[in-house]
């Protein structure tokens, strides 16, 4: 029962994740609904921002009970299953055509996340330090940038308009909507909870470091919503929504959940986990490189599959390392 236990914590957690996510999204997204925001603004804000609270959750977690490895792995994992995975996944169900906007300003924005990133956790190699770790500081900085993003966002929302075609959500009453979004708050804080005690027990039960759980069992696990969300999208033809939900909350990722989980409590930071930031580095340049190789502005089937060989090949090395 010692292992079994924490199995079932990590299941269940990642069940009232996805369900709490859905109903975050439902909820938010109704209101959202209701002043004709642009498809893409809703991708890039309300759709990414309930589909990286499960991130938030289990990261913000794992920060307060000190477990900084499973904090960071999920990030960089999700990061890179974002991209990797889950567009290459949406691009076999549809061929990801984005605005000329995606090419040149949410994909590089996110790159610039990934990139900032580094700068950050290597006071070691930066200032010879001799310990280094995601401080307060740097979450605050995090926070601006995000801030930016915002005002980004909120920016192109004056200047575009939604159609409210192929989003899979509802008009809901006010009361309705605020009560679903209580709700997936609820259950995002209690899966959240489970999914960090779960992933613990199972590192220490196999030997596994923090790091390796967070980049692959947890990292996967909590963006299984941005999977759902952008497959659904891309099967609906509606590949804005794909591709900036998965470009978003990239955003979100580095600039707000390691932001706030950073500012909460200092994230110890080691020198090996220079090659997964590196990877979300590679990740998102040769998603920006796609954008100009077959059709432009695409990013079709067989680069799809590229991305998924790539993120095949990635596993075995994590794995390998340990």
Known sequence: MSFL???????????????????LVEGAGSIARRYKISDLVI??????????????FVSVTASLEGNAGIATGN???????????????????????????TVWREIPF??????????????RILDGWAYTDISRSDGLIFLMFFALFIYYSASIARSMTGNGQGMPMQSRGAAASFAMA????????????????????????????????GLTIVAVGTSLPELATSVMAAWRKN??????????????????????SSVIKPLPFHAGANLDIGMVVLASMILF???????H????????????????????????RG
């Open 239 to 260: 590949v804005e929504i794909a591709v900036g939900n998965v470009v978003g909350s990239n955003i979100f990722n580095i600039f707000f959940v390691l932001g706030v």
């Open 289 to 295: 490189g796609t954008m100009f190789t077959g059709k």
């Open 110 to 123: 996110s790159l610039l996340a990934a990139m900032v990133l580094w700068v950050a956790a290597n006071d």
């Open 5 to 23: 236990l924490p199995v079932f914590l990590l299941i269940i957690g990642f069940l009232l994740l996805i369900k709490g996510a859905d109903f």
């Open 75 to 101: 990030i960089l994992g999700s990061n890179i299953a974002n991209i990797l995975l889950i567009l290459g996944i949406s691009s076999l169900v549809y061929p990801l055509s984005v605005s000329r906007g």
């Open 297 to 320: 502005r695409s990013l079709d089937r067989w680069e799809g599959t590229m991305l998924l060989v790539l993120y095949a090949a990635y596993l075995v090395f994590v794995v390998m």
């Open 182 to 213: 209580g709700a997936g708050l609820s259950g995002l804080a209690l899966g959240g909870k489970w999914i960090v005690d779960g992933a613990a027990h199972i590192a220490v039960t196999f030997g596994m470091s923090q790091e390796m759980v």
């Open 43 to 56: 991708g890039l804000t309300v759709v990414s921002f309930g589909t990286s609270a499960p991130e938030l």
